[in-house]
């Protein structure tokens, strides 16, 4: 199957160029085709390249910008004949706006979303780590991959000093023993996550706790404290965060602080990691790599420069 990367032109079987206007237009032109006029006709040659019947387009879908390349991408190869055409976006837009939050608003996914993306009659529309299942119950021929890749990579980074930057549909050869195992406990960030970290803890072996933290609020509904609840020796072993999304990193942050300024945290020996599937990081790095010795994401969302890379080690999806 060809695919055409939106997100990295080079790694395209496609050829493409996009095309820009001044009120903000944006095109997706096949260039792997060439326009031969005649005096009588005017037709396509093919040079050394035939007409797929599937094909696979590769994006990142952050915003709109993305989604009208993925629509112009959809429009061209369907103007060229391609028949079955596959979406790959590991990361969705809204995909956290799974709900009606409030009277007035809207289910960004059910009613935004996710209309426009069956709309382009995809055959099958991929995404990694999910935020729920909302995007399976609204996309047509929805897919989903798990973070397991990740999760591999990140404990292989920590304990083997190794961080291979895998193609995604690699296959990641090493099993963890139980030394490794018992050096570490998963925690969960809130209890929407913790049905993820048991199935990948299921798949790695692992046999040790795993700690769902909760959030205590007032009346008015403000945060007052992030609850954690780690006793015992789990004070003696590093600590790994799983969930999908890090935006601005709030979360994560109040956990590290409960974990590390608490009277009870005064007693922590280990080290604190977070592996998240799609990494935002809308606030910077600053502070989260003042309260993690390690960050381990993919590059979904967006590519790290190469002074966040000190500090967060990235996998590639695409």
Request: net charge positive; aromatic share 10%; proline share 3%.
């Amino acid at each position: 199957m060809k695919t055409l990367n939106l997100a990295y032109p080079d790694k395209s079987d496609i050829k493409y160029t996009v095309q820009k206007f001044p009120d903000g237009q944006q095109n997706v032109i096949i260039t792997s085709v060439v326009s031969v006029h005649s005096e009588t006709i005017t037709y396509i040659a093919y040079p050394n390249w035939e007409i797929p019947k599937e094909v696979t387009i590769k994006a990142r879908l952050n915003d709109f910008k993305d989604l009208e390349l993925i629509i112009c991408a959809v429009a061209s190869l369907r103007e060229l004949g391609v028949e079955e055409i596959h979406l790959y976006a590991p990361y969705i837009l809204g995909a956290r706006s799974d709900r009606k939050f409030e009277d007035g608003g809207n289910n960004y996914i059910k009613s935004v979303i996710a209309p426009i993306i069956n709309s382009l009659n995809f055959k099958t529309v991929t995404c990694i780590d999910p935020h729920s299942n909302v995007l399976e119950a609204c996309i047509k021929g929805f897919r989903k991959e798990s973070n397991l890749n990740l999760v591999k990579n990140a404990i292989n980074s920590i304990y083997m000093k190794v961080y291979d930057n895998k193609p995604r549909h690699s296959t990641i050869a090493w099993e963890f023993n139980n030394t490794i195992l018992n050096k570490f406990i998963l925690v969960s960030p809130d209890a929407g996550a913790s049905k993820k970290i048991y199935k990948i803890a299921e798949q790695i072996s692992y046999k040790g706790d795993i700690i769902t933290c909760s959030k205590e609020r007032d009346s008015e509904g403000k945060l007052t404290r992030t609850v954690v609840p780690i006793y015992g020796n789990h004070f003696e072993k590093d600590i790994i965060i799983i969930d999908d999304i890090c935006d601005g990193g709030a979360t994560f942050i109040n956990i590290a602080k409960e974990i590390k300024n608490s009277s009870d945290g005064s007693r922590f020996k280990g080290r604190l990691f977070l592996v998240v599937t799609h990494g935002i990081f809308s606030k910077g790095l600053t502070e989260l790599a003042q309260y993690f010795d390690g960050i381990y994401t993919t590059n979904s969302y967006k590519n790290c420069n190469q002074l966040e890379l000190l500090k967060v080690k990235q996998l590639n999806v695409f």
